[in-house]
């Protein structure tokens, strides 16, 4: 398993590795699973992200958030999932 989480200053456009305890809310994510054509459930793989950010967030930060996924033949690198996350962030 790889991840690697940035994030993004909105200001700068500038990216620089992600301080997950500095994550007040998540607010939404989004999932392309890398699947086959008869594949209808990428739903369920997103339902898995959402569970581990509650669980290593905790309810109130990582719980209820809007989620969408989409499914694809092929992916970057050849992973099988990518996945983005809206959240609000505190001051850095």
Do not use: W, Y
Not at 29 to 38: A, M, P, T
Request: proline share 3%; net charge negative; hydrophobic share 40%.
């Amino acid at each position: 398993l790889s991840t690697h989480v940035t994030v993004t200053n909105p200001s700068t456009g500038q990216r620089q590795p992600a301080d997950l305890s500095n994550i007040t809310k998540v607010i939404k994510l989004f999932g392309i699973v890398r699947s086959h054509s008869d594949f209808t459930e990428q739903h369920l793989v997103m339902n898995g992200a959402s569970d581990l950010l509650g669980q290593v967030l905790g309810k109130e930060v990582g719980g209820c958030h809007a989620r969408s996924a989409i499914g694809t033949n092929t992916l970057p690198l050849g992973i099988c999932v990518e996945v983005e996350m809206i959240a609000k962030i505190s001051d850095m």
